[in-house]
């Protein structure tokens, strides 16, 4: 639900097609460019824009992943691609859809097409694969980004940590 204070600019929310592969990457490769701006590990490598391409190709026609866009007019302000996986053999049966990458253009962030983004996946894509959890990843130095998921129900779960060698 979009709050009061938000301006909804959506026209339309839809599934991705192959024609818009290449507006997604350009979208995707600004929030990981500002991504490096404060952790190097995100600066892209020369095949980057190529390899995430073909992983949102692949996304399109797997019935096990997803990639749905937000558009104003005809223009694509963001996307959200995700997949579900499923965790049985060691703990509680279970299906968890991930939320592997979100982006808006920087212009429309938060007027409410994140938002919609996130309930768009959450009530199409993973209720229709029965899932009963949703994850996702942000680092922590995304303030904004943690205090967007929180707002929309995530709580931390597990931290991963890291050491250089």
């Known amino acids: 639900m979009v709050s009061d204070s938000e301006e909804f600019v959506i026209t339309e929310l839809k599934l991705a097609s192959k024609e818009v592969v290449k507006t ?3 979208i995707w490769e600004e929030v990981i460019n500002w991504h490096s ?12 824009r190529s390899n995430f391409g073909f992983m949102v190709s ?12 937000a558009k104003k007019d005809n223009e694509i302000i963001g996307f959200v691609f995700g997949y579900v996986k499923k965790h049985s053999g060691f703990f ?10 979100i982006a808006v253009v920087k212009q429309y962030r938060r007027t409410g097409v994140g938002t919609a983004l996130m309930q768009k ?4 894509f993973a209720k229709q694969n029965d899932a009963n959890e949703l994850s996702l990843y942000v680092h ?3 303030k904004e980004g943690v205090d967007f998921y929180n707002k929309l129900g995530f709580d931390i779960k597990l931290l991963s940590m890291r050491k250089k060698l």
């Open 24 to 26: 997604i990457v350009d």
């Open 37 to 48: 701006s404060f952790d190097s590990d995100f600066a892209l490598d020369k095949d980057g």
């Open 58 to 69: 692949k996304a399109i026609h797997d019935p096990t992943q997803t990639v749905y866009i």
């Open 92 to 101: 509680k049966n279970r299906i968890i859809a991930h939320i592997s990458d």
């Open 121 to 124: 996946f959450e009530k199409g």
């Open 140 to 142: 922590s130095q995304n």
